[in-house]
């Protein structure tokens, strides 16, 4: 139930996890109309996935660093530009995923 919990805080709070989720909602409307091989549908969801996951590992690394440093500090906006950082690798990663498999089933 605490996960359900947090899953709603971060629907309800995070506008970037929404986002995101918008994002694997895509890649499932997607994948109902290309209908790609299994293989390539794992890759997909994963990938969408991964992105959710590193978001609310970054949503949860601010909030604790809010939380023990409320106070502006250089040390404190360095670590919440890593886990943000984190973030982008993983949209890339996603991107290059569909990059790669949507190609064929458009053109």
């Keep these: 139930m605490h996960a359900f919990n947090g899953l709603f805080f971060l629907m309800r709070g995070e506008r970037n996890f929404l986002i995101e989720l918008g994002g694997l909602l895509a890649n499932l409307l997607f994948i ?23 978001e609310a590992l970054n949503t949860c690394i601010e909030k604790i660093c809010d939380l023990v440093h409320p106070e502006f500090d250089p040390r404190v906006g360095k670590i919440k530009d890593m886990a943000s950082g984190a973030v982008s690798l993983a949209v890339f990663a996603a991107l290059i995923v569909a990059a ?6 458009i053109f």
């Design 32 to 54: 109902g109309f290309f209908r790609p091989q299994p293989i390539e549908v794992a890759l997909l969801i994963a990938s969408a996935l991964m992105v959710l996951v590193a």
């Design 100 to 105: 790669i498999i949507y190609p064929k089933y």
